[in-house]
């Protein structure tokens, strides 16, 4: 370095005492999301940092690669800091082991991603300025924030809204350590970092769980950056920004899957010349991404076969189909989109592409009660449409949501919008269905109506007597014959046809959106209780769901769990239980990984290999003779 920095590289903030004994829980949601939230938070990232006036594409180059271990600047703080971690929890203690295996590496994998027509960040000079003009110290040193454009359409157009994505490149890494490398517009060239471990004590004293790279000045009070003259991996000498991510994670190391993840969320960016992607020696353009897509060395070409991947269909849709114009309401003002619309009887799952401006797909959205019509389409709004479907993004700007919504009244008017653009949709398809399936003229029934209703009459009158009472009128009786039961073959089984096997969950009926707008929007089914078992032990419970029987949710990787208590007439009682109140942990028994619990809802539990297992730690409140009905939502 070209300059004397003091202590060591990596810099951890002390603290009286530890109070927090866990991992930042977001790394686990962005682990979860594996390359595909890696390459979308990056890549949207990029997107946001375009150059001011500039009309060509952003290009973005991801590389994978490895470099020795002791070139990873710094590399020997994190390592004292992970060797002095201790877990105080089974997924804690199995996360530090995990770290401390990977440490044995002299030579590791990396991914890095690139930037360039793009502006980096400003103001790595002032390090933590504190400044909302200072891009780098809102980047480097801030969780939970982002830098918000002066220009209001500009910032609508923005990818980013939450600022949790930062820390998606920490999840990458087995040590979740992460760098950026940045050129601004004056040429200077800075290198940052940020570690996620856990409040630790090092050297006798406690500290913060997240470490920065980075320089201090003299009284210890202001954090400023790095000068870039490291290891020609962590380089960036054109503007623009380069995330680089040493010790990557195994899943995340697959060429194919990252150029996959690109093309699923950015089609529609990189169809209209707004994004080129280099993946190693891959180019993804306008000119080229068709060939991506219709490689079967990336997608299956089977059209009957499209029931979670559609980014093909997404493609020919968006390519082939003429833009019809879809008016959506919230209930307080309209919503216009141009909607891209394809029927073809072979498609097995009907999905909508919700895209943003900037053109980076939110979610693959089920329209209620029509996920199984034929049918695929791709959503655009302009820019009063992009900040409202801005403003219903989750974290992980995967799904429409109204559920981080604050406000009540936006909260109603959200709830509304989504229900507002299933009930369009659904009209959409009723009108292709019945364009496509057309009847072959009126017929005349009056006849047929005759004959059915003399048949009727024939029938119960063969079935039943008459007994005369006082002034002539009749009642009927029923005959002494009791229908016998089918007889069973040797097996055990009634003969004639054989009953299909009831599924063990049973999808519950929710309220008519018109006139209700707390209508759930995942689909909602009650478990059977041949499906869950249940243990108390002192004061924990242990709850075992089986869903290796059921088609309803074959296939799904998580679910949310709500329940009911239930009396001995079999009497629900869906308000009497309050989960927080009763229980003080929800965590997976597997992993111990904590699930979150929002509006007396388990949310986003892990289903593997069909099955859920959780432990419950019990309060002293907990009434063990309790009968709860579950309910399941995916």
């Known amino acids: 370095m070209t300059s004397q920095h003091i202590g060591p590289l990596w810099k951890f903030s002390p603290i009286p005492n530890i109070e927090e004994s866990n991992f930042n829980k977001i790394l686990e949601r962005f682990y979860n999301m594996r390359v595909t939230g890696l390459t979308r938070e990056n890549t949207q990232n990029s997107m946001d940092g375009r150059l001011i006036g500039y009309e060509g594409p952003v290009t973005l180059t991801i590389k994978t690669g490895s470099i020795k271990k002791k070139d990873i600047p710094g590399i020997e703080d994190v390592i004292a800091r992970i060797n002095s971690l201790q877990g105080r929890n089974s997924y804690t203690r199995e996360t530090i082991q995990h770290m401390l295996n990977k440490l044995s590496q002299d030579e590791v994998r990396?991914?890095?991603?690139?930037?360039?027509?793009?502006?980096?960040?400003?103001?790595?000079?002032?390090?933590?300025?504190?400044?909302?003009?200072?891009?780098?110290?809102?980047?480097?040193?801030?969780?939970?924030?982002?830098?918000?454009?002066?220009?209001?359409?500009?910032?609508?157009?923005?990818?980013?809204?939450?600022?949790?994505?930062?820390?998606?490149?920490?999840?990458?890494?087995?040590?979740?350590?992460?760098?950026?490398?940045?050129?601004?517009?004056?040429?200077?060239?800075?290198?940052?970092?940020?570690?996620?471990?856990?409040?630790?004590?090092?050297?006798?004293?406690?500290?913060?769980?997240?470490?920065?790279?980075?320089?201090?000045?003299?009284?210890?009070?202001?954090?400023?950056?790095?000068?870039?003259?490291?290891?020609?991996?962590?380089?960036?000498?054109?503007?623009?920004?380069?995330?680089?991510?040493?010790?990557?994670?195994?899943?995340?190391?697959?060429?194919?899957?990252?150029?996959?993840?690109?093309?699923?969320?950015?089609?529609?960016?990189?169809?209209?010349?707004?994004?080129?992607?280099?993946?190693?020696?891959?180019?993804?353009?306008?000119?080229?991404?068709?060939?991506?897509?219709?490689?079967?060395?990336?997608?299956?070409?089977?059209?009957?076969?499209?029931?979670?991947?559609?980014?093909?269909?997404?493609?020919?849709?968006?390519?082939?189909?003429?833009?019809?114009?879809?008016?959506?309401?919230?209930?307080?003002?309209?919503?216009?989109?141009?909607?891209?619309?394809?029927?073809?009887?072979?498609?097995?799952?009907?999905?909508?592409?919700?895209?943003?401006?900037?053109?980076?797909?939110?979610?693959?959205?089920?329209?209620?009660?029509?996920?199984?019509?034929?049918?695929?389409?791709?959503?655009?709004?302009?820019?009063?449409?992009?900040?409202?479907?801005?403003?219903?993004?989750?974290?992980?700007?995967?799904?429409?949501?109204?559920?981080?919504?604050?406000?009540?009244?936006?909260?109603?008017?959200?709830?509304?919008?989504?229900?507002?653009?299933?009930?369009?949709m659904a009209k959409v398809i009723e009108a292709a269905v019945k364009e496509n399936n057309p009847t072959d003229g009126i017929m005349n029934t009056e006849d047929i109506l005759y004959v059915v209703e003399t048949q009727f009459k024939n029938d119960l009158s063969d079935s039943m007597g008459t007994v005369m009472i006082n002034k002539g009128k009749s009642v009927v009786k029923a005959s002494t014959s009791v229908p016998k039961k089918t007889k069973k073959n040797k097996n055990g089984k009634s003969g004639g046809e054989e009953r299909p096997k009831r599924d063990p969950l049973k999808r519950k009926k929710t309220e008519n959106m018109e006139n209700d707008l707390n209508e759930e929007l995942k689909t909602k089914y009650s478990a059977n209780p041949e499906m869950v078992e249940r243990v108390i032990l002192n004061n924990k419970e242990l709850i075992k769901f089986d869903f290796t029987t059921s088609e309803m949710i074959n296939g799904e990787t998580s679910c949310d769990i709500s329940l009911a208590v239930i009396d001995g007439m079999g009497v629900e009682y869906p308000d009497e239980f309050n989960l927080q109140d009763n229980y003080s942990i929800v965590s997976d028994l597997q992993s111990g990984r904590e699930y979150a619990l929002d509006q007396n809802v388990i949310k986003d539990v892990r289903i593997h290999q069909g099955v859920s297992e959780l432990q419950l730690g019990l309060k002293g409140s907990f009434n063990k003779s309790l009968k709860f009905v579950y309910y399941i939502e995916v």
Request: aromatic share 12%; glycine share 6%.
């Open 110 to 424: 990396y991914i890095s991603f690139e930037d360039s027509n793009t502006r980096g960040l400003t103001g790595a000079r002032n390090g933590q300025s504190n400044s909302a003009q200072d891009t780098w110290g809102i980047y480097a040193y801030n969780k939970g924030v982002h830098f918000e454009e002066a220009d209001s359409e500009r910032e609508t157009s923005r990818g980013g809204s939450h600022g949790v994505g930062k820390i998606a490149s920490n999840a990458a890494s087995d040590l979740h350590m992460m760098y950026f490398a940045n050129c601004d517009e004056h040429g200077d060239q800075h290198l940052g970092g940020t570690v996620q471990l856990i409040e630790h004590q090092y050297e006798g004293k406690y500290y913060r769980s997240s470490g920065y790279f980075t320089d201090i000045n003299e009284d210890q009070t202001r954090f400023y950056p790095y000068e870039n003259t490291f290891n020609p991996v962590f380089a960036k000498d054109t503007r623009g920004l380069k995330i680089i991510i040493p010790f990557l994670r195994k899943e995340y190391d697959n060429e194919n899957e990252i150029i996959k993840s690109i093309c699923d969320s950015f089609f529609v960016s990189i169809l209209k010349g707004k994004l080129e992607v280099n993946v190693n020696d891959e180019k993804l353009t306008s000119d080229t991404i068709t060939s991506y897509v219709t490689n079967p060395d990336y997608y299956n070409q089977d059209i009957t076969e499209a029931k979670k991947i559609f980014t093909p269909l997404y493609v020919d849709t968006y390519l082939n189909q003429e833009p019809r114009e879809l008016i959506v309401s919230d209930g307080e003002r309209d919503f216009r989109f141009n909607l891209y619309f394809r029927y073809d009887e072979e498609i097995p799952k009907g999905r909508v592409a919700i895209v943003r401006t900037i053109g980076m797909k939110i979610e693959d959205f089920k329209v209620t009660a029509n996920a199984n019509k034929p049918y695929n389409a791709v959503m655009i709004g302009g820019s009063d449409e992009d900040s409202y479907i801005k403003s219903l993004e989750n974290e992980s700007h995967t799904e429409l949501s109204w559920e981080h919504i604050k406000d009540a009244k936006l909260q109603k008017r959200a709830k509304r919008f989504i229900n507002n653009l299933s009930r369009e």
